[in-house]
């Protein structure tokens, strides 16, 4: 009876990306006549689902393929193997899945809109020579979002939902601090009205209290607006406030996902417990002991055979070394790729 309560809740939630064997593989040598001969692989195999107006934190250490994920999506990368499905829906309530990895270039600029990313560094993202209104406008313009005559007054109130002043209007990005930039970049990609949004580590860049009023104003923004997000960062803590659920990438796998709060209290993959045991405590008198990894990052281009956290596991067996683990369902939405899960 519980089987079925649970299935049929699933297929009663509602899905805008559905991620399943997506790969990006990038040539790294070719033989005489340009046919490449090995691969590095940025993206190996990764499967999720993300539910419309919730956020997915994807997080892992650099290196690990989390925004070569986010921009393989967008399809700023071709798709080496694998579907992305997109499912939109219009004012009348109808939706309509489209497979971001297949359809042609010309599909994919109707939903361009839909689909928008903000970028890590706010200082190489903005165009130096054109004004903030021309470069939050310049979407709006070319997508007919409104009329001509109103984009004007359409931009100044998307500035001003951003945090932005009216007399910002006419500056150049130059004449702004990182968390100022940051929130053009963000009225950017507002603007066009999307539905879903990556952002790829947009705080990484900025100060700490600078970060809490992006992380709040993102938050604000989805709650007025039903987006949904899949955020990017090598920061726990800001995943952790952001995120509805959490996916944690090594080496262009996801290793475990669920929900941040079983994430974060009940985290069972060694790599998992290793990245949350590094995050600073905010009580001075508890004691907190980071969990060592040994070793360093194996190469995407040459990765080891079996599992591939295995060179840096303390808990490695023989069949760690031979046998690539699957997803293992923890219950609750907890899904774990490790052999020894359960022993943990």
């Known amino acids: 009876m519980e089987d079925k309560i649970l299935e049929v809740s699933e297929q009663q939630k509602d899905y ?11 040539p790294v040598s070719k033989d005489f006549f340009g046919r490449p001969l090995s691969f590095l692989r940025a993206v190996d195999g990764v499967s999720f689902k993300l539910e419309r ?12 393929g989390k925004t070569t994920l986010g921009r393989t999506i967008l399809r ?37 809109t839909e689909l928008q990313l903000v970028f890590q560094d706010p200082y190489s993202s903005l165009p130096p020579r054109m004004t903030v209104g021309a470069i939050i406008g310049e979407a709006v313009k070319v997508h007919k979002i409104v009329p001509d005559e109103e984009v004007g007054t359409y931009v100044r109130s998307v500035m001003e939902r951003c945090g932005l002043q009216p007399h910002h209007y006419d500056r150049y990005p130059h004449e702004f601090s990182g968390g100022q930039r940051q929130r053009i970049c963000i009225a950017r990609a507002l603007a066009v009205k999307p539905k879903l949004v990556i952002c790829d580590e947009p705080v990484s860049a900025l100060d700490v209290s600078i970060q809490a009023q992006i992380i709040n104003l993102l938050k604000k923004l989805q709650r007025e607006e039903g987006m949904s997000y899949m955020f990017i960062s090598h920061d726990l803590s800001v995943v952790k406030y952001i995120s509805d659920d959490i996916a944690v990438m090594y080496l262009g ?27 600073p405590v905010a009580n001075p008198h508890a004691k907190s002991e980071p969990v060592a990894l040994e070793g360093e990052l194996p190469s995407p281009a040459n990765p080891p055979k079996g599992c591939k956290f295995h060179t840096r596991c303390k808990y490695c067996t023989d069949k760690c070394r031979e046998v690539a683990p699957e997803m293992k369902d923890m219950g609750g939405g907890h899904y774990v790729a490790c052999h020894l899960s359960d022993e943990i």
């Open 53 to 64: 107006g919730k956020t997915l934190g994807i997080v892992g250490e650099s290196g690990c």
């Open 76 to 112: 700023l990368y071709d798709v080496t193997e694998g579907n992305a499905k997109y499912t939109t829906v219009n004012d009348k309530g109808e939706k309509t899945t489209y497979d971001l990895a297949t359809i042609s270039k010309k599909e994919f600029y109707k939903l361009r």
């Open 253 to 279: 796998n996801i290793v475990e996902m669920g929900s941040t709060r079983e994430i974060c209290t009940n985290a069972k993959h060694p790599y998992t417990q290793a990245l949350f045991s590094a995050v």
């Open 16 to 26: 805008i990306l559905e991620v399943d064997g997506l790969k990006q593989y990038f």
